[in-house]
């Protein structure tokens, strides 16, 4: 078995994708029914996303506020953004696990494009998000914080979340299609990365070493891009660098599995 | 122009959970494709062997075998889901498979909202599955339940339902797996002619099924599968006494 794609692979996960975009309906429509589904048949619906969320930086803001010796009027603010950008990464990441194997039903009957079902990963953790960003404004509006137009850069950090979150999905499906003990060994490593990610804690704390965080952990950089813009920071270029550095990895490895494997995912399904 | 191209198609699934050991007894039952354990200890099914098949537009070709023989697999083949692990298939055309006509329908939505889901599926714009909903009510009878989630649904009202969404596209290429019957005589007319508006437009038609009659009424060829291979090849009838004989023999 070689792992080399060959010409027709490389041509046929391009086709792939090019349909994804084209039928876009498709993975829009399960996407966001994938939330109602979930929600259907409670009074408050999807908008447990919310609570759940407001209830956590509650919950956490003064508990670690005073365990980290921090304002709370500063605290809070700080953890419900890195909270909302956080939740939408480890969303993908640990639901992008399942993307191929809980779609089975459809794969094995049609010729779906997969990545459509990538992207199906990506709706239903964009809606959610969105349920998470209401708490922004409350948060900002009880503690006084004035939001910045510095706000705005969130946007393209938020675009280059997307595609990240895309590519490791991309590979991380396919190989937990085939290796089914890989989705509890990310659902741990998932669990890690949230705390050595300065979600709840800020990097100055850890000093100089902070520096090795910023650099070995790619979610501090994901994160950072999006976060920092959204409290009125403008974020390092060293951040953006860091992110592009990985996004290009991450490409080097996901484009080329996806096209030797695309063909096999039903197989091991 | 529609078409579908096998050139040695083999189907060789791996099955990664179980022990070659344990399953190598299974290699003396009768029914089902052949299975193999290589020398690691792997197991596959080879679901289909070096299949060569060509259809063109106007044929109507009929899957003859048991269970197990590899007709749902080639029609999954045909459908495109499953691209031939050697040799090589080629689809041409717009592919319908009526092989689980409710897939991508979900319980908790109300019927009007499963036919925009299940639309989409079939080939529709949101706007066109929109549009749609009142023919397919119609079609489908469902009347004041279709506001109503589908878990409330009778089997025979799903089935109405899916049937109806599946329907509503013509496609190039036409796959079933076993001619739908419905209980209720009246809508079971109305499905019939529904199902041979479709063959009329459908340019290749693959029907895998046990029932002479409805082979000999919708099919031009057939194929007889036995453990993943084209055992015999030519006119229904012709084949269908082949494999009347082969059932005889073997019982």
Redesign the interface.
Known sequence: MSLQPSARDWRLASADFVRCFAGW??WA??GV?DV??RY??SRFGQFWITFSMGIFVAGIGVVYGGLFHNDIRTYIPYLAVNMTVWSLISGIMSDGTMTYIEAS????????PKTAFVMRILVRNLVAFAHNLIIIPIVYILFWVTPSPVALLAIPGLFLILIGTFLSTLALGILCT?F?DLPQIVSNLMQLAFFVTPVMWHIEQLGDRGQYILTFNPFASFLRIVSEPMQGHIPELSAYVSVLVYLALLFLVSWPLFARFR??I???L | MASIELVDASVDIPIYNSRGRSLKTTLLRRVGGQVEADGRDNVKVRALRQINLSLRPGDRLALIGHNGAGKSTLLRVFSGSYEPSSGSAEIRGTVSSLIDMMMGMDPELTGADNIILRGVFVGMSLKQARLAIPEIADFSELGPYLHLPMRTYSSGMLMRLAFAISTTRFPDILLFDEMISFGDAAFSNKARSRVEAMLGKASILALASHDLGALKTYCNRAIMLQQGMIVSEGKVEEVWDRYVNVQRESA
């Not at chain 1, 039903?105 to 779906?112: C, D, I, T």
């Open positions: 309906h498709i429509l399960l029914s109602r589904q259907k048949r039903n459809y794969l094995k009957q049609e010729a779906l085939r089914r063909a096999r039903v197989y091991w």
